[in-house]
């Protein structure tokens, strides 16, 4: 699993460094394509449920799950989000960051900071004998004191031999909820989704891409992270 979200982080570290205004999406997608290729790896997403890229390419009110274009073309002050997994010996790695392009407001950097750090917030919890919950407080509570909405719709997820496994992990608390008891050996995919406004989404008519309900940004970041005795490690790193 380190293998396979070392991976990821390096196809993501490419796609970033080809963020620029002018470039269309399905760029980002030939490069999935062809480093999928070239490393010998399958992409966790073709296919899965049907979805029909390797990567999930998000701009701007796009919370997750967009579908890169050739239409599509990135403008200055635009944020955009990718989502990539891969299968390496039938063990998952996920990751996901948002880039900015070019330059960007003030206020869209600031989502971008806060979302980032509360993936950070969040995995800083996630060793033995904390509850899960405590992963979805630290994000909660970071996101929502700068006042920025965190979606419900879409949550984390257990990640090893298969892409989604046990347990949900909320970005937020849960009422009614007990939660379950963080154990070393788990790994979790960690990824905070924040919007500048509500935190309402809709699909649109493609059937998976996920907006924001007021049409505002919205940034995502993931790591795949194991739970251990000495504390949390995460896979989703390139080194």
């Known amino acids: 699993m380190r293998e396979a979200n070392r991976i990821v982080s390096r196809i993501l570290d490419e796609l970033g460094e080809n963020v620029k205004p002018g470039v269309p999406t399905i760029l980002f997608e030939e490069i999935c394509q062809a480093r999928c290729k070239e490393l010998n790896v399958r992409p966790a997403f073709m296919g899965y449920q049907g979805f029909p890229f390797a990567l999930c ?136 989704m924040v919007t500048v406004g509500s935190y309402e989404v809709e699909v649109l008519d493609d059937n998976w891409t996920a907006v924001t309900k007021d049409r505002k940004l919205s940034a995502h970041f993931e790591h795949s992270v194991a739970v251990t005795s000495d504390g949390p490690r995460i896979l989703s790193l390139s080194d």
């Open 57 to 192: 390419c998000s701009v701007n009110e796009e919370i997750v799950h967009g579908f890169p274009s050739k239409e599509r073309i990135l403008q200055e002050g635009d944020i955009v989000s990718f989502d990539m997994g891969v299968v390496y010996k039938g063990f998952f790695g996920d990751s996901a960051r948002t880039f900015a392009v070019g330059n960007v407001s003030p206020e869209t950097k600031k989502l971008m900071d806060v979302t980032r750090e509360s993936l950070y917030k969040g995995i800083e919890q996630a060793v033995p004998g904390n509850n899960l919950y405590d992963i979805s407080a630290a994000i909660q509570s970071y996101v929502e004191g700068f006042g920025f909405g965190i979606v419900r719709r879409f949550v984390g997820h257990g990640i090893g031999s298969h892409l989604h496994e046990k347990p949900e992990i909320p970005n937020f608390i849960p009422k009614g909820m007990s939660g379950v008891p963080l154990k070393a050996g788990m790994v979790l995919a960690i990824e905070p």
